[in-house]
Each structure stands twice: as structure tokens, then as C-alpha cells.
């Protein structure tokens, strides 16, 4: 329940002309390669701006200078709440945006992330049937490299420094759904 969830909220971020992929709830994604093992963040749905679809599934969400910023998020904490006609889902979950500030207005472009992430939480609301009320603030900015666990090549790594960025902002989610 919370991935799909957490998907929708994907889908909303897909609604900004900000980011060019978002996708929901990540897995680290290990991959063979030549005895080596590869981590990477995949997501089994990922959403493209500029196609307005779903693109395949397990579709890579490593930077590259084509792209203009890519948010995706990591489930940090959870817990379930069963009363009598409702459960309440709450936690806090990390999202990871990573940016290409060349292809962004770069004045005051930290102020315009939080502004663009924080609004995009307030306006949240899912069409899906399931939720019956949600709520979603930004709790703090946490100070980690997201991207340490993952095997970067050293031509992905690139897409780490300058004029490449990325910002981290955790969310307290809570929301509850019907019980049948």
C-alpha cells in the first residue's frame, strides 16, 4: 500500500515541467558485470515528462547531462495502524533529487527546489479510491550523499559535481485507507 502510494506522489511530481523522470519508491538494482556487481537505483515505474507514459520496467535512474532533474524516493521508516474501518499508514520517506543546473535557472535554485517540492506536497491529492486522506510535510533536510551505496562508473560520477547537484529532503507521510 505505501508503494502505491508513494507512486502516485511520483505521478503528481511528473505534473512539474521541473523534472524530467520521477518514480516512486526505489530498489538498489544488482547487476553482474564481468564478476563485478553493479548497484543502482531502479524503480519498477518510472515517469518521463516528455512522454507522459510509463517507461519500461526497472529503468535505471542514473544522471545523465540529457536529463533536467530526476526525484526519486527511499522509504526511511513505516509503521500501520488498524482501527476498526481504517488503517493508518505513517513514516518518513528520503526524496532524492538530483539536477543538471545547466538546464535550470540557477538564481536562488535551492530556494526554487524547496518551493517547487514543498508545493508539489501541498497540492498532492491521489484520484485513487483507496486513500480516504493523506497528509505530507517536509521534517528537514537531511546532510547524506544519497548516491554512496550505488556503483557509479566513474563517467556517472561526473554527474554528481558541478554543474550537477542534487538535494535530499526527508517527508513525513501518513494516510489512511478503508478496511473492507
Known sequence: MIHTYIDELAKHFNTSTF??????????LSVKNNGQ??????????YQNNLCTVLSDYVDL???????AIVYFELDQSAI????????FSGEITSVIWYNSELLPTENLDKLLFLTVSGLLRDFKTD??????????ITQEP???PFLKFSYSETDTQYT????????????????????
Open 37 to 46: 556487481v553493479k548497484k543502482f537505483p531502479a524503480s519498477l515505474k518510472v
Open 161 to 180: 559535481t558541478h554543474p550537477f547537484g542534487f538535494k535530499t529532503y526527508s517527508i513525513r507521510y501518513s494516510f489512511c485507507t478503508k478496511n473492507c
Open 128 to 137: 485513487d479510491a483507496l486513500f480516504i486522506a493523506s497528509k505530507l510535510k
Open 19 to 28: 523534472f524530467t523522470k520521477t518514480a516512486g519508491l526505489i530498489k538498489v
Open 143 to 145: 546532510l547524506k550523499q
Open 62 to 68: 542514473i544522471p545523465n547531462s540529457g536529463e533536467k
Open 81 to 88: 495502524h488498524v482501527k476498526k474501518n481504517i488503517t493508518l
